[in-house]
């Protein structure tokens, strides 16, 4: 008897809901879902589901190889990176000027590798791993394969980790925007970074789950999707706040600058045009202070380079060794804001500078937190789906109802 829901949903191991372990298809009477639930169907086909996910593999690197070779294509090294709308370049910048053109062929080539692999396993490659390839085969309730391969993807992720380290300290460095030429301050995160995955996957492979572990996890494919998609949440708000407050990682000279920076830019900006009408910002008060312009610690006195502002302290240096080029940056920055403050610079005081100008750190940050929002939608929707209304509905609108509630 055919049936338009999958009652996989109830179990939390993956057998088939017929009591049988028959891999005779892929389609909805012998695995329990329809076409439009994607790799859902090779669930229990490990060969086919590796294929699925090389192929997918190959997808991303393609995308990364493409929109690289897009933006080099349109680049003009005259213009700064962050007013040409680069995503991607801004990131390769950080480790060299050369590489721009090498990764992308890289990325392509990569890609092709990938996609051809993928379309070995899902049309040439065995069904499944298990008799073929022992090692590399798996069953979703086995506890301790599970923690077995996610050992495996811990020590890869530290080892990725390292090469940064390597290309930072022996093939050719990386750019540190607060010393050239010196300290690497994100070099010795992905020592500490990488030497933990290292140390973790060893210990998943080493060890078996504890036993709160075994009760607390749900071990099945779903869960395992649901903990992955929950992860790649945490990494999209992660991502979201980095771009968007750290200019290290992020230089402002590639990314543009941050907002707390294009405000201080701004308001020193106007405190050397009120400096050289002639306003003493040091001592006056009112709407020319120095208040105006810097912030004030908590017992109310002005803070300037990170000290209290008193007599002989840096606010000699706001009126007197003021550089041309902190005045050129200054400006570039106020223009440039991340977040398109209102202000009167780019146009009239209504229009905000986001009118011709948009920063890649909003476009970052904002892509990042919606995505992340995004997972968690779908890892809800994998949980807990309206079922009862699914067996209710007719076979003409099942296939709609589940391409929103998967």
Same mark, same amino acid.
């Given at each position: 008897?055919?049936?338009?829901?999958?009652? +996989?949903? &109830?179990?939390?191991? /993956? #057998?088939?809901?017929?009591?049988?372990?028959?891999?005779?298809?892929?389609?909805?009477? #012998? #695995?329990?879902?329809?076409?439009?639930?994607?790799?859902?169907?090779?669930?229990?086909?490990?060969?086919?589901?590796?294929?699925?996910?090389?192929?997918?593999?190959?997808?991303?690197?393609?995308?990364?190889?493409?929109?690289?070779?897009?933006?080099?294509?349109?680049?003009?090294?005259?213009?700064?990176?962050? /007013?040409?709308?680069?995503?991607?370049?801004?990131?390769?910048?950080?480790?060299?000027?050369?590489?721009?053109?090498?990764?992308?062929?890289?990325?392509?080539?990569?890609?092709?590798?990938?996609? !051809? $692999?993928?379309?070995?396993?899902?049309?040439?490659?065995? /069904?499944?791993?298990?008799?073929?390839?022992?090692?590399?085969? =798996?069953?979703?309730?086995?506890?301790?394969?599970?923690? #077995? *391969?996610?050992?495996?993807?811990?020590?890869?992720?530290?080892?990725?980790?390292?090469?940064?380290?390597?290309?930072?300290?022996?093939?050719?460095?990386?750019?540190?925007?607060?010393?050239?030429?010196?300290?690497?301050?994100?070099?010795?995160?992905?020592?500490?970074?990488?030497?933990?995955?290292?140390?973790?996957?060893?210990?998943?492979?080493?060890?078996?789950p504890f036993a709160w572990a075994?009760?607390? &996890?749900?071990?099945?494919?779903?869960? =395992?999707?649901?903990?992955?998609?929950?992860?790649?949440? *945490?990494?999209?708000?992660?991502?979201?706040c980095f771009v968007w407050f750290?200019?290290?990682?992020?230089?402002?000279?590639?990314?543009?600058?941050?907002?707390?920076?294009?405000?201080?830019?701004?308001? !020193?900006?106007?405190?050397? +045009?009120?400096?050289?009408?002639?306003?003493?910002?040091?001592?006056?008060?009112?709407? %020319?202070?120095?208040g105006k312009y810097l912030m004030?610690?908590?017992?109310?006195?002005?803070?300037?380079?990170?000290?209290?502002?008193?007599?002989?302290?840096?606010?000699?240096?706001?009126?007197?060794?003021?550089?041309?080029?902190?005045?050129?940056?200054?400006?570039?920055?106020? %223009?440039?804001?991340?977040?398109?403050?209102?202000?009167?610079?780019?146009?009239?005081?209504? /229009? *905000?500078?986001?009118?011709?100008?948009?920063?890649?750190?909003?476009?970052?940050?904002?892509?990042?937190?919606?995505?992340?929002?995004?997972?968690?939608?779908?890892?809800? $929707?994998?949980?807990?789906?309206?079922?009862?209304?699914?067996?209710?509905?007719?076979?003409?609108?099942?296939?709609?109802?589940?391409?929103?509630?998967?």
């Amino acid at each position: 008897m055919k049936i338009l829901y999958s009652l +996989r949903r &109830f179990y939390h191991v /993956e #057998t088939l809901f017929n009591g049988t372990l028959a891999l005779a298809g892929r389609d909805q009477e #012998t #695995t329990g879902f329809a076409w439009w639930a994607g790799n859902a169907r090779l669930i229990n086909l490990s060969g086919k589901l590796l294929g699925a996910h090389v192929a997918h593999a190959g997808l991303i690197v393609f995308w990364a190889g493409a929109m690289n070779l897009f933006e080099v294509a349109h680049f003009v090294p005259e213009k700064p990176m962050y /007013e040409q709308g680069l995503i991607l370049l801004p990131h390769l910048a950080t480790l060299d000027t050369f590489p721009y053109f090498v990764s992308g062929v890289l990325h392509l080539i990569s890609s092709a590798v990938l996609g !051809f $692999g993928g379309i070995y396993h899902a049309l040439l490659g065995p /069904e499944t791993l298990e008799e073929s390839f022992p090692f590399f085969g =798996y069953v979703w309730k086995d506890r301790n394969k599970m923690t #077995t *391969i996610l050992g495996i993807h811990l020590i890869l992720l530290g080892l990725g980790a390292f090469l940064l380290v390597f290309k930072a300290l022996y093939f050719g460095g990386v750019y540190d925007t607060w010393a050239p030429g010196g300290e690497i301050r994100y070099n010795w995160g992905h020592v500490w970074l990488g030497s933990i995955c290292i140390l973790g996957g060893i210990w998943h492979i080493l060890t078996k789950p504890f036993a709160w572990a075994r009760r607390a &996890f749900v071990w099945s494919g779903e869960a =395992y999707l649901s903990y992955s998609l929950g992860a790649l949440a *945490i990494f999209g708000f992660t991502a979201c706040c980095f771009v968007w407050f750290n200019n290290t990682a992020y230089p402002s000279e590639f990314y543009g600058p941050t907002g707390p920076e294009a405000s201080q830019a701004q308001a !020193f900006t106007f405190l050397v +045009r009120d400096q050289r009408l002639g306003a003493n910002v040091g001592s006056a008060q009112g709407p %020319t202070g120095l208040g105006k312009y810097l912030m004030r610690s908590p017992t109310g006195e002005i803070i300037l380079e990170g000290k209290p502002c008193v007599l002989g302290s840096p606010c000699s240096l706001a009126e007197k060794d003021i550089q041309p080029w902190q005045e050129r940056r200054s400006a570039e920055y106020m %223009t440039h804001a991340p977040l398109g403050s209102l202000n009167s610079v780019g146009g009239v005081a209504t /229009e *905000i500078n986001a009118v011709n100008y948009v920063s890649p750190r909003s476009w970052l940050a904002t892509s990042h937190f919606v995505l992340g929002f995004f997972f968690l939608w779908v890892i809800c $929707g994998m949980q807990e789906g309206p079922v009862q209304l699914q067996q209710d509905l007719k076979k003409e609108s099942i296939v709609i109802w589940n391409l929103f509630f998967p």
